[in-house]
C-alpha cells in the first residue's frame, strides 16, 4: 500500500467519482479513464493521489464501512440502551442506508463478487467489515446474557445480510423490519 494519501480537493474528488462508479457498475467494469473523467481529472492525477485502482479501491471501500459506522453509531446512541432496542436500531439503521445509499445491495458483498483473494488489499476491508458486525451481533447477544452468544450472533448476521441482500430486489416486503422481528426472537 502507498504512503498516506493527501486528501486534496482532486483526491476527493477521485474517491467520490470512483464510490459512484465502483457502486453503479462494478469495480472491474470501471476503468481508470472512466473515473478520471467522471472526476474532471488526469489518470496520471489519480497515479499521483493513489498510486494504483487497487488502493482507490481500497479507499472506497474503507469510506463506506467508516460512514455505515458513523451512521449506526447515531442510531445505537439514540437506542435506549437495552439489547433490544440496540437489535432494532442496527436494521432500522441498514434500512435507512439501503433507502438512501444502497438501492444497489450491500457494497461490501458486491465487492466480495468481484474480489474473493485474500491476497487483493481490499479484502481484508470487506471481511473486516463483516468480522466487526459479527462482533456487534455478538456484543448485542452477550448483553442479554443469551447462552451461545457466537451462534446466535451468527444467526443474527444471517438475517442481516439476507435483509442487506433483499433489500433491493422488491423480493421481499419490508426485509429489514421483518429481519430485525425474527432476530428479536433469538433474544427471546
Known amino acids: 500500500m502507498a504512503a498516506v ?3 486534496t480537493p482532486k483526491a476527493r474528488a477521485l474517491l467520490a467519482a470512483a464510490s459512484e462508479l465502483f457502486y453503479e ?3 472491474h467494469a470501471v476503468g481508470v479513464d472512466a473515473i478520471a473523467e467522471r472526476a474532471g481529472v488526469t489518470k496520471k492525477t489519480l497515479y499521483d493521489r493513489f498510486g494504483s485502482k487497487e488502493r482507490l479501491v481500497v479507499e472506497y471501500l474503507s469510506a463506506r464501512d ?8 447515531g442510531y445505537l446512541r439514540a437506542a435506549d440502551g437495552t439489547p433490544e432496542a440496540r437489535l432494532e436500531a442496527v436494521f432500522a439503521a441498514a434500512a435507512e442506508w439501503a433507502r438512501v445509499r444502497g438501492s444497489k445491495g450491500c457494497a461490501m458483498i458486491n465487492a466480495h463478487a468481484e474480489i474473493s483473494d485474500p491476497a487483493h488489499p481490499a479484502y481484508a476491508v470487506i471481511v473486516g467489515h463483516k468480522r466487526w458486525m459479527l462482533a456487534l451481533f455478538a456484543e448485542l447477544v452477550d448483553e442479554a446474557g ?3 452468544p457466537r451462534r446466535v450472533a451468527e444467526h443474527m448476521l444471517l438475517l442481516y445480510e439476507g435483509a442487506l441482500v433483499t433489500a ?8 429489514f ?3 430485525a422481528t425474527a432476530a428479536l426472537a433469538l433474544l427471546r
Open 5 to 7: 494519501i493527501e486528501w
Open 146 to 148: 443469551i447462552a451461545e
Open 25 to 27: 457498475r462494478g469495480i
Open 177 to 179: 423490519s421483518r429481519a
Open 66 to 73: 467508516v460512514q455505515w459506522r458513523e451512521l449506526l453509531d
Open 168 to 175: 433491493g430486489m422488491g423480493v421481499v416486503d419490508d426485509p
